[in-house]
């Protein structure tokens, strides 16, 4: 449990910010283009709140290209998955007084309503998504940078460089459709 905690927050570090909220576009709408990938606003609405999802379509960008990257490779990501997902698919009761599952049961019953599913479905699909989205990660920065470990603070900064370093080589393969509003 504590080793998907640890790389969730891995995740976090490469989420990088903008401003503007996405309720005004459609789900279908690409909010860009990464190597003929589209990257839906469905897409971010699932993961984000709606206020804040733009603020992450740089992160979003950069993962697509670690995802893309890692198969290309051939690199198997199955080392890094949660083992025991179940935990963290599981959405807290309503009744809870943990205040930290309260707030995953707040964000799940709000992306839920917005999305017309059920909050239990929606938390199981969005602890799918996030671990293979850490796992994704994880794999490439394990095979590109050897030693990598996270919390190591010279080691995410070698991260950051390369995702960096990745946008910048393929950024005429990038197309950003949807571009946040500074607020």
Not at 5 to 23: A, D, K, M, P, Q
Request: aromatic share 10%; hydrophobic share 35%.
């Amino acid at each position: 449990m504590t080793a998907f905690f640890r790389y969730s927050l891995v995740l976090l570090i490469f989420l990088l910010s903008g401003c503007s909220g996405i309720s005004k576009y459609d789900d279908h709408e690409p909010a860009a283009i990464v190597k003929g990938q589209e990257i839906t606003i469905g897409d971010l609405r699932f993961l984000y709140p709606d206020e804040t999802a733009l603020d992450y379509l740089d992160g979003t960008i950069k993962l697509e290209l670690v995802k893309q990257e890692v198969q290309e490779m051939g690199f198997d990501i199955t080392g890094n998955l949660e083992t025991d997902p179940d935990w963290f698919a599981e959405l807290p009761p309503k009744n809870t007084k943990d205040e930290g599952g309260r707030q995953i049961r707040d964000f799940a019953e709000s992306q839920a309503k917005k999305l017309h599913m059920d909050p239990e479905e929606y938390q199981k699909e969005y602890a799918k998504r996030i671990n293979e989205l850490n796992a994704h990660l994880i794999t490439f920065l394990e095979e590109k940078l050897d030693g990598y470990q996270f919390g190591d603070e010279k080691m995410n900064e070698e991260a950051n460089q390369l995702l960096e370093e990745m946008v910048e080589e393929n950024k005429e393969e990038i197309k950003v459709l949807i571009k946040p509003t500074v607020r």
